[in-house]
């Protein structure tokens, strides 16, 4: 497949306010690219900046809840009326949920889904037509270093992550025949607000919750205009699959050393990290036993 064409082509982009997300399109716009931004945050500024440095390009705005299936739906129907014809989308949008699998609703368990697996899963399927009408179009699925390993506290940011991992993988194989690239990316620890603005389980005991967020905030280190970098110019060589950071890279190679050992060491590390042991009602009572 011939190297992605960055120039005069319209990217779609999610989660295009912050983080990786808003240096993504700057990193686009720097390449030529018309763009479409979406996001549930205001993108005023992000799309004011572009527009000032890029006065050539066309920028548009769609503010939406990715949660809500309607507007997922809207968002892609009004692209399709404006660009019958997509060189790239990138599915970056994702939100965070801390807390066991017993801590949290199974409302909250589906939102994660509904912003991380099923707006890119219906965003794709909706554009493709766009996306296959000429050659050499190209779709990034964000996913995460948890779509690689399951730790701890992570049961619905994990199965949303894996979910978008499996899906990237098959339609890597399916878009090929259209000319389509895939990419699916596996970010580590980058420093953006995912941990200011991480959810938290309705059930987590509040002492349990500024500790975990410190802790988490703390492991992302690695910026994120670097990583936007990366992930363009994986776009441009139709790379597979991008790790970004040694925070993705070190655990996914312990992953594949060890498929069922690296469970029970990383549970390890994470509560070190967190400063907590295995909580009381998963060790055995000496006064009971069944």
């Given at each position: 497949m011939t190297p992605y064409r960055f120039a005069g082509r319209t990217a779609v982009l999610t989660g295009a306010a912050s983080g990786i997300g808003e240096q993504l399109a700057y990193g686009l716009a720097r390449r030529g690219s018309h763009l479409v931004l979406v996001d549930v945050s205001p993108l005023d500024d992000v799309a004011a900046r572009i527009r000032e440095a890029h006065p050539a390009l066309t920028v548009e705005t769609i503010k939406a809840d990715l949660s809500d299936r309607d507007q997922v739906t809207a968002v892609a129907d009004q692209v399709l009326a404006a660009h019958p014809r997509l060189g790239l989308l990138i599915n970056n949008a994702g939100i965070a949920l801390g807390g066991r699998f017993d801590q949290i609703t199974v409302d909250e368990f589906e939102t994660v889904m509904n912003v991380n697996f099923r707006a890119p899963m219906l965003l794709t399927h909706a554009l493709l037509p766009a996306l296959t009408a000429t050659p050499g179009g190209h779709l990034v699925n964000v996913s995460s270093l948890f779509g690689l390993i399951a730790p701890y506290?992570?049961?619905?940011?994990?199965?949303?992550?894996?979910?978008?991992?499996?899906?990237?993988?098959?339609?890597?194989?399916?878009?090929?025949?259209?000319?389509?690239?895939?990419?699916?990316?596996?970010?580590?620890?980058?420093?953006?607000?995912?941990?200011?603005?991480?959810?938290?389980?309705?059930?987590?005991?509040?002492?349990?919750?500024?500790?975990?967020?410190?802790?988490?905030?703390?492991?992302?280190?690695?910026?994120?205009?670097?990583?936007?970098?990366?992930?363009?110019?994986?776009?441009?060589?139709?790379?597979?699959?991008?790790?970004?950071?040694?925070?993705?890279?070190?655990?996914?190679?312990?992953?594949?050393?060890?498929?069922?050992?690296?469970?029970?060491?990383?549970a390890l590390v994470t509560a070190a990290v967190n400063g907590r042991t295995r909580p009381a009602r998963d060790r055995p009572s000496p006064a009971r036993q069944e």
């Open positions: 506290g992570q049961s619905a940011y994990s199965a949303s992550k894996f979910a978008l991992r499996g899906l990237s993988q098959v339609l890597r194989a399916e878009l090929s025949e259209n000319g389509v690239g895939v990419t699916t990316v596996h970010p580590g620890g980058i420093r953006t607000s995912i941990a200011v603005n991480a959810r938290i389980g309705s059930k987590v005991p509040v002492a349990e919750l500024a500790p975990q967020l410190k802790s988490f905030d703390a492991l992302l280190t690695f910026p994120a205009e670097k990583a936007a970098a990366q992930i363009l110019d994986a776009v441009t060589r139709r790379r597979a699959r991008l790790l970004i950071a040694s925070s993705a890279k070190l655990p996914d190679l312990l992953a594949r050393l060890a498929p069922v050992g690296h469970t029970k060491l990383i």
